[in-house]
């Protein structure tokens, strides 16, 4: 046997397994993970408390490396849905307000905005004692089939209303949440009662993955943007990695004229006032929304 060829290979073994556990210790990235100090976690979360804005929700101690991704818009046609809901033998009485095209028959009612977004009630779904969760499920496949929709996705959350089940889904890209979509049903044996749909065509990737900024320093903004309220109180309900497609703080841009573009990593921030979104490679604000109640 080479001795000094073994002892130079469990040398440089040795090696690799010191690094791997400094990356450990340290704290810094290891691959597409990075790991958050949560001392420094706790000390921003005491300053924001001496702002009065107390975090309640959880603060990440994780943070996933992400590339830009370009997304289009599903839209949907007053013409197409006409054809798939209202003919031969259903007539639709249209009207417009604003951005917004509604269409209403007997018991049903569509209404799409800026051509992406639907929503979508039938009155003749009334609420139900007995509900199954597969049946529903089914209701919800043949709906989105009726408009053209092929979703491969998870459901993120179903809740017990009266008479109904909430179904909610949102899509993703490589794991991480899209904020701007959204699917939401409301649903029992008989069919769909209730739905809003906000849906991309398409989620392609821009680049290589790049290294994003810490949830904690996404806080740090919450300051500045309660300054005139911060003695009221703030509260931080939760804080979530994805992507948001947005037009920026300044909101000059003309959304119903945008169909496509780049969605950016961002840290959403959810306050008991507003959902907040900071762009994880840049720190800027991308959007902010008022919360829902």
């Known amino acids: 046997m080479d001795w000094a060829k073994a002892k130079t290979i469990l040398i440089a073994v040795f090696l690799a397994i010191n690094v791997f556990l400094g990356y450990i210790i340290i704290g810094t990235n290891v691959g597409n993970i990075g790991y958050v ?3 420094k976690v706790k000390k921003i979360t005491d300053y924001l408390a001496e702002k009065n804005i107390m975090v309640k929700g959880q603060v990440p101690l994780k943070k996933t490396e ?3 991704i370009t997304v289009k818009y599903k839209f949907f046609s007053k013409d197409d849905i006409v054809a798939r809901f209202f003919m031969p033998d259903k007539k639709a009485v249209e009207s417009v307000q604003g951005n917004t095209v509604t269409l209403k028959g007997d018991n049903l009612e569509i209404s799409i905005k800026d051509s992406r977004e639907l929503q979508y009630l039938d009155n003749s779904i009334k609420p139900a004692a007995a509900i199954d969760e597969k049946t529903c499920s089914k209701n919800i496949e043949m709906l989105l089939n009726k408009l053209g929709l092929k979703v491969n996705t998870s459901i993120i959350r179903v809740e017990e ?3 109904y089940r909430k179904f909610t889904y949102e899509q993703t890209f490589k794991g991480a949440p899209v904020f701007n979509s959204v699917m939401e049903f409301y649903v029992n044996d008989s ?12 989620l392609k990737q821009v680049g290589r993955k790049d ?4 949830p904690e320093i996404a806080l740090l903004y ?14 931080v309900l939760d804080i979530k990695q994805g992507y948001y497609f947005g037009i920026g703080a300044s909101g000059q841009v003309d959304t119903s004229q945008v169909e496509e573009g780049t969605a950016f990593p961002v840290w959403k921030i959810t306050t008991d006032r507003d959902i907040i979104y900071i762009n994880a490679h840049n ?9 829902r109640k």
């Open 222 to 235: 919450l300051p500045e943007h309660y300054k005139e309220i911060a003695a009221a109180g703030v509260s």
């Open 161 to 163: 209303l009266d008479g």
């Open 66 to 68: 992400m590339p830009l």
């Open 191 to 202: 069919g769909i009662h209730k739905a809003r749909i906000v849906w991309f065509d398409t």
């Open 37 to 39: 100090d949560s001392e």
């Open 283 to 291: 720190e800027k604000v991308e959007g902010v929304e008022k919360a």
């Open 211 to 214: 290294s994003v900024i810490s």
